[in-house]
């Protein structure tokens, strides 16, 4: 028996999110049929990352455990000529076999796209938020200094959440403009339900002046989720990376 570690790519349009469940085909239900199919037996992969339906993924993690001869580095060939277009995996390898992705101290990277523009642009509609007042990127990014650091991040966790704790550490923000598309990137080690799409909802409202962006102290300070602004659509979130430290 060895473990194998996959780096899995995934566009989330289509999909009920990551994580199995009885009702909507998810990534890791697809994964997990594909898997047992190449392999010739029972594969039950645990993913790093269990994303909502719609949120897209350049780089989540998963293992799982087998009795094949295939070389770890040769099962993302055979894996991908099987898997349909919109998952692919950028990497397989054989890892320790205690290597656990959700266990390990890792810290995780996304990214929240706006089209920021007077027209939305078709190409775009999947893969970035689509909101027609201008942003205030340089607001944006100040705020984001109130949230580096270790948080209770209450205000900015979905209600369904099922958590012993909302304290949190972001390791680093960034808020950028390229042409008409803002990126507001998000580093942590470990995030709540809807966490990021929170923080960009509320950091939207601060580009386009709804509040000044101390703001940001003042609902950070109340844990309560409806000081802070809206979900923003799953479509613009996708997680870019995680990073395992030893």
């Given at each position: 028996?060895?473990?194998?570690?996959?780096?899995?790519?995934?566009?989330?349009?289509?999909?009920?999110?990551?994580?199995?469940?009885?009702n909507?085909?998810?990534?890791?239900?697809?994964?997990?049929?594909?898997?047992?199919?190449?392999l010739?037996?029972?594969?039950?992969?645990?993913?790093?990352?269990?994303?909502?339906?719609?949120?897209?993924?350049?780089?989540?993690?998963?293992?799982?455990?087998?009795?094949?001869?295939?070389?770890?580095?040769?099962?993302?060939?055979?894996?991908?000529?099987?898997?349909?277009?919109?998952?692919?995996?950028?990497?397989?390898?054989?890892?320790?076999?205690?290597f656990?992705?959700?266990?390990?101290d890792?810290?995780?990277?996304?990214?929240?796209?706006?089209?920021?523009?007077?027209?939305?642009?078709?190409?775009?509609?999947?893969?970035?938020?689509?909101?027609?007042?201008?942003?205030?990127?340089?607001?944006?990014?100040?705020?984001?200094?109130?949230?580096?650091?270790?948080?209770?991040?209450?205000?900015?966790?979905?209600?369904?959440?099922?958590?012993?704790?909302?304290i949190?550490?972001?390791?680093?923000?960034?808020?950028?403009?390229?042409?008409?598309?803002?990126?507001?990137?998000?580093?942590?080690?470990?995030?709540?339900?809807?966490?990021?799409?929170?923080?960009?909802?509320?950091?939207?409202?601060?580009?386009?002046?709804?509040?000044?962006?101390?703001?940001?102290?003042d609902?950070?300070?109340?844990?309560?989720?409806?000081?802070?602004g809206?979900?923003?659509?799953?479509?613009?979130?996708?997680?870019?990376?995680?990073?395992?430290?030893?």
């Amino acid at each position: 028996m060895k473990r194998i570690g996959l780096v899995v790519a995934y566009d989330g349009t289509n999909y009920s999110g990551w994580q199995v469940q009885p009702n909507g085909i998810t990534v890791q239900s697809v994964l997990n049929e594909t898997l047992s199919q190449l392999l010739g037996e029972q594969i039950e992969t645990i993913g790093a990352s269990r994303t909502d339906a719609g949120v897209h993924a350049m780089g989540n993690v998963a293992v799982f455990d087998t009795e094949t001869r295939i070389p770890g580095e040769k099962i993302s060939y055979a894996l991908n000529q099987r898997l349909p277009e919109d998952i692919r995996i950028q990497l397989s390898e054989e890892v320790d076999p205690d290597f656990h992705p959700r266990y390990c101290d890792s810290e995780k990277t996304y990214q929240y796209r706006i089209l920021n523009r007077k027209f939305p642009v078709p190409t775009e509609r999947l893969y970035s938020y689509f909101y027609h007042y201008k942003l205030d990127v340089d607001k944006m990014r100040e705020a984001t200094s109130f949230l580096i650091g270790r948080h209770d991040f209450a205000s900015f966790c979905g209600a369904k959440a099922q958590v012993k704790t909302t304290i949190r550490t972001i390791t680093g923000m960034d808020v950028w403009r390229d042409g008409d598309v803002v990126t507001i990137q998000v580093t942590g080690t470990g995030f709540l339900y809807n966490m990021v799409r929170i923080i960009s909802g509320t950091l939207i409202e601060i580009g386009n002046g709804q509040y000044p962006p101390e703001k940001i102290k003042d609902i950070l300070d109340a844990c309560d989720r409806e000081a802070a602004g809206p979900t923003a659509p799953a479509k613009g979130l996708t997680l870019m990376g995680i990073q395992f430290f030893d």
